[in-house]
């Protein structure tokens, strides 16, 4: 059997030359919106509790239903879709704040955290912080919003526009307070129950 070498390559030349002709280009607004759509993420992990200590000693505890990390991006961020609670805790290892939300982000090459939707967050005297957002600097060791705050003390409620404070919550500024209700216990309530 003998095989024509030049045949067979001219048969595919023609053959490439053809469906190069006839192919299907590649409309350049769909190839665009293929290239933007959401990012990837290279991390999801499920139930997940992250524990940071500082020269072996327990500084925060933070819990989620739900991690996705997204990584080699410019910006590599951490999010919190089911929400978290993170839990920061003093050199004798006692609780000093809480804090939750229904979604957050880490963004951790900035060392910012972001968390929205019903924030909580409570201090070592039972002073508690709602509000829809919330920006943590930890660098700075602040947390801020320019969001409606409620503040809850022992004694009294506070609303505002606004606060800043310090990361774990004992010391706090709002910016433009807008009311404020006392706080009173009914004489003939029993509080030792």
Request: charged content about 30%; aromatic content about 8%; hydrophobic content about 35%.
């Amino acid at each position: 059997m003998v095989f024509d070498i030049q045949g067979i390559f001219k048969s595919a030349v023609v053959i490439l030359l053809t469906s190069a002709l006839f192919s299907c280009q590649n409309d350049p607004e769909k190839v665009k919106a293929v290239g933007s759509q959401e990012k990837v993420p290279t991390e999801i992990s499920f139930e997940t509790e992250i524990l940071y200590s500082d020269s072996a000693v327990l500084r925060i505890k933070l819990t989620t239903p739900k991690l996705i990390r997204f990584s080699g991006e410019e910006t590599p961020y951490v999010e919190f879709p089911q929400g978290l609670m993170l839990t920061m805790f003093d050199s004798a290892g006692q609780v000093e704040t809480t804090l939750k939300a229904n979604y957050g982000v880490n963004y951790p090459n900035e060392r910012k955290i972001e968390v929205k939707k019903d924030v909580e967050v409570v201090n070592n005297t039972g002073e508690i912080l709602n509000t829809e957002h919330l920006i943590w600097l930890r660098d700075e060791s602040k947390i801020y919003t320019e969001e409606f705050v409620k503040i809850t003390t022992p004694d009294e409620i506070i609303y505002g526009d606004g606060l800043e404070a310090n990361e774990t919550f004992t010391k706090y500024r709002i910016k433009n307070i807008k009311g404020t209700i006392a706080v009173k216990e009914d004489e003939g309530s029993d509080t030792k129950k």
